[in-house]
């Protein structure tokens, strides 16, 4: 039998096992599902920050031991990290260095003229991947269409591996000018570095990313040589504690494109991994939609560390292919997650200038926020919630996770009321109306900045904070419907094992879109299907149950900017070449309002994406609660909301609400892995599936509260 909180399971004869891990900033989240029968298993224990893979493994023998589950019954075993994404906004990169075409040391630096900030003249620029003494410079010259203008100098490519090596870089970036019209120059280059320096990790831009604009060409390149050998050490520490488990199957990461790939894909090519973990919650948001009937969502995913959003509209989530990471871009497909440095962890603090400031520093899993009891000194989001009533002041996690909150009021009392000249209450008040704020500001980015009404959504909360916050931030968006999960705090780790494996290839093939430029454009179509079968062979797929999908990148001729559009089975000829085109005109229309008919039209980018479908897991059943509503009530205490400060709130024990049933604000709504809270005239609805349905209405301030 195995217990988690109020989880109680029998596992009699145990078929086959699936695992889903998700590593965050505080909390490492698993869930064990065994597919043949439906019953799940949820746990969560604080993230190892020192050594992010010892949680993981000390979750799986949680999970399993208890049970007495034998190891080799795992089939599947997926880990969703942000462990790229740390490292590269944490400065914990491998030292890097790059071999690159002679007179462009310097477009790291030189990058774009933009600037974050058009009227602030202070902001520092960010730290290239690779420091200026450790770019070295090479004789060559590729032109734009491929043709060899100054041969490899390769005596020079030698010389700098020798001083790359003196520097003790652990990793080379090999950029070369236009190398995604011809290769040759960068590969030979890796098989002299390769040839000198077996140990040092190598990376070339065409096999990243075969795509011209040389500046995000070569910033991809050098990130990922950087995360080289840190994901690399991740890896085998992973992989190696999962096979001593005496796990067979060989594990899965998920990616940022919501796709599940073999470690070594992720060793190639480890900035696929941003955005790691979230992707498995938006993947698992797009489940449940498609179960409850709901096509448009926005998630919101608030853990201890940051908040995670996404628009989801009609059922597929909106994707990017570039994302700036530290000040870089990095272009690389992936689900469109918006990310800020705002969560439970999340310290408070006071400016110069007396103004209160929440995040993003925050306080992690050790020592964690003051209510912890792990010795935190700094105030934090969770320790402003326990002040205000709306966390259980004596214990989270079902019990297992004792709680101080004498130490949260003291926290606030010494570091913020006396510097805001505010007693506890409005300083934890205050925290938590900008901690929303700085939320808010996330779902806006994705939904209001790209021409979609947020109140057409209705917003999913999850992540171990999400329920504490959605009704705030979907009172003040006019935001009506929030929907909350059976196991908000675990959906990520659920929705990883939604996962497909996924391949996402490209390449540039700058021409007009012309009838005499359709060899030119078939032949880079299938360039990319020898790329993705050769990429199934290395993931260990067979290439029949693989569908195949085809894009394309269009410009106006003059444009800086391209849409994408599908091409049905990766072929053109002069008919479909003549109907994608008055495809690209409309959709030109309707994106930016106006068309160009009479002007030429230009391909920049061909794409492939090869999708392996998985089968999905089961839905869980959720068994039905005897009783009324009166029966859920665990007691009562006293919760602060903006509208009618500090009122006697009923706390709910969700396990035991019974479906269909109906509870009118305030009221608090507790399990395991969160809590959720339910502000005054808020309605809110179980179904029968145990989804948590809430009625928001806009908020209405208490006259002189």
């Not at 003249?121 to 590729?142: G, H, M, N």
């Amino acid at each position: 039998m195995l217990f988690f909180g109020s989880q109680q399971f029998w596992f009699d004869t145990v078929s086959r096992i699936w695992i889903g891990i998700d590593t965050g900033g505080t909390f490492t989240d698993l869930v064990l599902c065994e597919p043949e029968t439906g019953k799940y298993v949820y746990h969560k224990l604080p993230t190892t920050t020192g050594d992010p893979a010892q949680a993981v493994l000390d979750g799986i023998s949680e999970l399993l031991d208890p049970a007495l589950i034998p190891r080799d019954q795992v089939e599947f075993l997926v880990l969703g990290t942000t462990l790229a994404t740390n490292a590269v906004l944490e400065g914990k990169c491998a030292r890097t260095g790059m071999i690159t075409t002679a007179g462009f040391r310097d477009v790291l630096e030189l990058a774009r003229q933009r600037r974050p900030h058009y009227f602030n003249l202070d902001i520092p620029k960010p730290s290239p991947p690779a420091a200026r003494e450790c770019r070295i410079e090479v004789t060559e010259r590729i032109a734009h269409d491929g043709t060899v203008v100054t041969p490899l100098a390769e005596d020079e490519v030698r010389n700098a591996v020798l001083t790359l090596h003196g520097e003790k870089i652990e990793a080379i970036a090999i950029c070369m000018l236009h190398s995604y019209a011809n290769p040759a120059h960068e590969r030979r280059a890796r098989e002299i570095a390769r040839q000198m320096w077996p140990a040092a990790y190598l990376c070339a831009s065409s096999d990243v990313l075969p795509e011209f604009r040389e500046f995000e060409r070569f910033a991809t390149t050098t990130v990922n040589a950087s995360l080289m050998p840190v994901m690399d050490r991740y890896l085998e520490r992973f992989e190696r504690g999962v096979a001593d488990l005496g796990v067979k199957v060989a594990p899965r990461v998920m990616q940022s494109n919501g796709g599940a790939v073999t470690p070594g894909a992720v060793r190639r090519v480890p900035v696929n991994t941003f955005f790691s973990g979230p992707a498995g919650g938006v993947v698992g948001c797009v489940g449940l939609g498609a179960e409850l009937g709901i096509g448009n969502l926005i998630t919101f995913d608030m853990g201890g560390t940051s908040t995670d959003v996404c628009l989801i509209r009609e059922g597929e989530p909106a994707k990017t292919d570039l994302r700036e990471i530290a000040g870089f871009p990095v272009r690389t497909r992936a689900i469109d997650i918006h990310t800020i440095g705002a969560g439970g962890g999340s310290i408070a603090w006071v400016d110069a200038g007396g103004l209160l400031k929440v995040g993003p520093q925050s306080a992690g899993a050790y020592p964690g926020p003051a209510a912890y009891g792990r010795g935190g000194k700094g105030p934090t989001v969770t320790d402003a919630n326990v002040v205000l009533g709306r966390l259980n002041p004596q214990a989270l996690l079902g019990g297992r996770m004792a709680m101080y909150p004498e130490r949260a009021h003291l926290v606030i009392a010494d570091e913020l009321a006396p510097r805001l000249d505010v007693d506890v209450v409005r300083a934890a008040a205050g925290v938590i109306e900008i901690i929303n704020v700085n939320m808010m500001g996330a779902v806006r980015v994705i939904s209001v900045e790209r021409g979609e009404d947020p109140r057409e959504f209705t917003l999913v909360a999850f992540g171990g904070a999400g329920p504490l916050h959605a009704a705030d931030i979907a009172r003040n968006m006019g935001i009506a419907r929030v929907l909350v999960p059976p196991r908000p705090g675990l959906l990520s780790a659920l929705g990883l094992l939604h996962a497909d494996v996924r391949g996402d290839f490209s390449l540039t093939r700058l021409v007009t879109a012309t009838p005499q430029t359709l060899s030119a454009l078939n032949s880079g179509f299938d360039e990319l299907r020898g790329r993705g079968t050769e990429w199934l062979r290395g993931e260990g797929e067979a290439n029949a149950r693989a569908k195949y999908g085809w894009l394309i990148d269009l410009r106006y001729s003059g444009q800086n900017y391209e849409l994408s559009l599908e091409v049905q089975g990766g072929k053109l000829g002069a008919a479909s070449l003549a109907r994608l085109i008055g495809r690209y005109h409309r959709r030109h229309q309707v994106t930016y309002g106006y068309d160009l008919r009479g002007h030429p039209v230009e391909v920049v980018n061909l794409r492939l994406v090869v999708t392996v479908e998985r089968k999905a897991p089961p839905h869980e059943k959720h068994h039905a609660v005897r009783g009324t509503v009166k029966d859920a009530v665990r007691g009562r205490r006293k919760v602060w909301f903006p509208e009618t400060g500090f009122v006697a709130t009923p706390v709910y024990d969700r396990q035991r609400l019974p479906a269909g049933c109906r509870i009118t604000g305030p009221a608090i709504v507790e399990q395991m892995d969160t809590t959720t809270v339910v502000p005054p005239r808020a309605k809110l609805r179980s179904d029968r599936l145990g989804y948590l349905h809430l009625e928001i209405e806009p908020l209405r301030m208490k006259r002189g509260a």
